[in-house]
C-alpha cells in the first residue's frame, strides 16, 4: 500500500494562502495524486487530481515536482469555511486506496 | 441525480445484534468501496467491489461481510456487533478512469453506529 504522510495539522487567518505538502515515496509510475476535503459529519469531497507539474481549478492548485514523490495543495486566500480535514490519496499500484489522518486545517478570524 | 446514498443514517445496536448498512449510486459507477472512520482517524477500507459480481476485502475487513447485489448497490453486514464496531460509516463510488490509476471518488453522508 502506498503511503502518505501529511502534518496533522495547521492553523491560519482568513485571507492568506495555505500549502499543505503530502510525501508519498513509494508511488508507482502510473498512480495520480488526489486530494480530498471533508467536513464534519460529511464524507470526503474530490477536490484536485493531477499527474505531474501544476494542476488549478477554481477551488484549489495542486504542485507536483518532477520527481512525483511528495505534492503540495495550496489554497488561496482561505476562509472560515475552508476549516475542515484534507487528505492525500495515492494508489500506489495496489487497487486498495489508502487514507491516511489527513491534516486539519483551522482557519481562524 | 442523488448521487451516493446511505441507509440508515444513524443506528444503535447491542451487542451481538445483527445488520446490514445499505448503499446505492446512480452515477453507474462500477467500483464501490465501504470505509470506517473513528474519531480522529483517517478512512480505512473494509471491502470494496471493482464490478458487478466481485468483492475484495480491504485493509479491515473482520467481522464484515459485504453483497454487491447489482452495479447500483453494495450493502455491508455486521452478522454480530462488538463495541469496537462503533464508528462512521462511509460508502463511495468510484468515476470510471482511463489507463492511469486515476481515483476520483465520491461518498455518500456516512451511517453513524453505536454498538452497546
Known amino acids: 500500500l502506498a503511503k502518505t504522510t501529511q502534518p496533522i495539522s495547521m492553523d491560519s487567518y482568513e485571507g492568506q494562502e495555505v500549502n499543505i505538502t503530502c510525501s508519498h515515496n513509494n508511488i508507482a509510475t502510473n498512480d495520480y495524486i488526489t486530494w480530498y476535503q471533508q467536513f464534519p459529519s460529511q464524507g470526503p469531497r474530490f477536490i484536485i487530481q493531477?499527474?505531474?507539474t501544476k494542476v488549478t481549478n477554481e477551488v484549489a492548485s495542486l504542485f507536483i515536482p518532477a520527481d512525483r514523490k511528495s505534492s503540495t495543495l495550496s489554497l488561496p486566500r482561505v476562509s472560515l469555511s475552508d476549516t475542515a480535514v484534507y487528505y492525500c490519496l495515492v494508489k500506489g499500484g495496489s487497487y486498495i486506496p489508502t487514507f491516511g489522518r489527513g491534516t486539519s486545517l483551522i482557519v481562524h478570524p | 441525480n442523488a448521487g451516493v446514498t446511505q441507509t440508515p443514517k444513524f443506528q444503535v445496536l447491542k451487542t451481538g445484534q445483527s445488520m446490514t448498512l445499505q448503499c446505492a449510486q446512480d452515477m453507474n459507477h462500477n467500483s464501490m468501496y465501504w470505509y470506517r472512520q473513528d474519531p480522529g482517524m483517517g478512512l480505512r477500507l473494509i471491502y470494496y467491489?471493482?464490478?458487478?459480481?466481485?468483492?475484495d476485502k480491504g485493509e479491515v475487513p473482520n467481522g464484515y461481510n459485504v453483497s454487491r447485489l447489482n452495479k447500483r448497490e453494495f450493502s455491508l453486514r455486521l452478522e454480530s456487533a462488538a463495541p469496537s464496531q462503533t464508528s462512521v460509516y462511509f460508502c463511495a463510488s468510484r468515476k470510471p478512469t482511463g489507463v492511469a490509476i486515476g481515483e476520483t471518488q465520491y461518498f455518500g453522508p456516512g451511517t453513524r453506529l453505536l454498538v452497546l
Open positions: 493531477g499527474y505531474k
Open positions: 467491489s471493482a464490478s458487478e459480481g466481485t468483492t
